[in-house]
Each structure stands twice: as structure tokens, then as C-alpha cells.
């Protein structure tokens, strides 16, 4: 079946330093994939997203990387900080003109300061 | 500009009873998500309206079910509760009618079945 995961349940990082949150995917034909942050008692708020015919998209402090020929996706973080501190999922919109994204099981990033 | 609300904010409920929960979605938000985040566990689709229709639905009992007001706004209604009905329920809207969207979430409904 087609199913989206993360390599890594826990990251623990010191602030200052980047972080790289891993993701596979195993639907090839997925052409939107989103990365998903949830702090403790909050819903998920979008970070960032990136589209098929990409390979790299830059945000604010973010970058996530598109690698289709192994279907994965990594979401950076540049000197992270505590705030940073949260779950991060990623999540592939279903193919044939769903709209409904599948989610990963999602990495919890632990800054220490 | 207010973002999507939930409520209640905690729920607990015995098993074999029903539940209701609610959602309004962001101000020009056709489109309402709701998904069930049990612990340790990445969100599972549940179902999707949109103006007004039940477009999609996850793979869930016929006990879950819901449905969108004319305001958009949504209820879902989860009937004989069972002990691994607890979980966080989500609720996401967006704008309709595009492939590529943005979701916005609201803070959940903690559910705990005793």
C-alpha cells in the first residue's frame, strides 16, 4: 500500500545548530508534499510545502529538499532554536485528484538550550 | 482573522456512548477535514465536506460520521464509542476547488473513552 513515514521518532539537537528531519514516501506518483509542524496541545500549522517538478524550496530558517528518484524528503532547519521544539510531520497530497494528504507518523525535534 | 475553532477542548465519555464535536472553519473556508490522532500515531483521515457534501471518507467504521451547515461550519458524531476512540480529533479547512491547498488546523478535541 502507499504509506508516507519518518526514519527517525526522536531528534535531539542543541540550539544553534541545523537540524534535518528525514521523510520517505512510497506513493511515485504523489505531486505535493507538505511538512507539518504540532506543538504540544496545538494542531498542526503548515511550514512549508514543495511540488513535484522541484527539487528545492527555501523558506524563513527552512528548506526542504526533493529527492524523487528515492522518494524522500528532508525539511532543514537553520539555527535552530527552542521554539523549534515540536512535532514535524510530513504528508503527501493522494494521487488521482484527492485532495485528502497522507501523514507520516512524525519526528519529535528536541532543542536543548 | 480568527482561525479554525474547535470545541469541546477535552471530552470524556464512557464507551457505548456517542459524542458530537465541533468546527468552524476560517472565514471564506469552503472545505472542512476532520482527522483522528491517537497517540503515538500520525493523523488518519476521517472525512472531508465541502459545501455542504461529504466528498472523501477514510477508512473508519459507519459509526463515525458528520456532516457541514450551510455556514460551513461541522459537526462529527462518533456513535457506541469504543476505548480506542480516544484519541485528538483535528478539524482543517481550506479553500475548495484546488489540487494544491493549504490546510489550516484548528487546536483539537481531546477525546478520552473510559
Known sequence: GESVGLHLPTLSVQEGDNSIINCAYSNSASDYFIWYKQESGKGPQFIIDIRSNMD???????????????????????ATQPGDSAVYFCAEKGSGGSYIPTFGRGTSLIVHP | EAGVTQSPTHLIKTR???????????????????????????????LWYD???????????????????????????????????????????????QAHYEQYFGPGTRLTVT
Open chain 1, 56 to 78: 528545492k524550496r527555501q523558506g524563513q530558517r527552512v528548506t526542504v529538499l526533493l529527492n524523487k528518484t528515492v522518494k524522500h524528503l528532508s525539511l532543514q532547519i537553520a
Open chain 2, 16 to 46: 457505548g456512548q456517542q459524542v458530537t464535536l465541533r468546527c468552524s472553519p476560517i472565514s471564506g473556508h469552503t472545505s472542512v477535514y476532520w482527522y483522528q490522532q491517537a497517540l503515538g500515531l500520525g493523523l488518519q483521515f476521517l
Open chain 2, 51 to 97: 459545501e455542504g457534501e461529504e466528498r472523501n471518507r477514510g477508512n473508519f467504521p459507519p459509526r463515525f460520521s458528520g456532516r457541514q451547515f450551510p455556514n460551513y461550519s461541522s459537526e462529527l458524531n462518533v456513535n457506541a464509542l469504543e476505548l480506542e476512540d480516544s484519541a485528538l480529533y483535528l478539524c482543517a479547512s481550506s479553500l475548495a476547488g
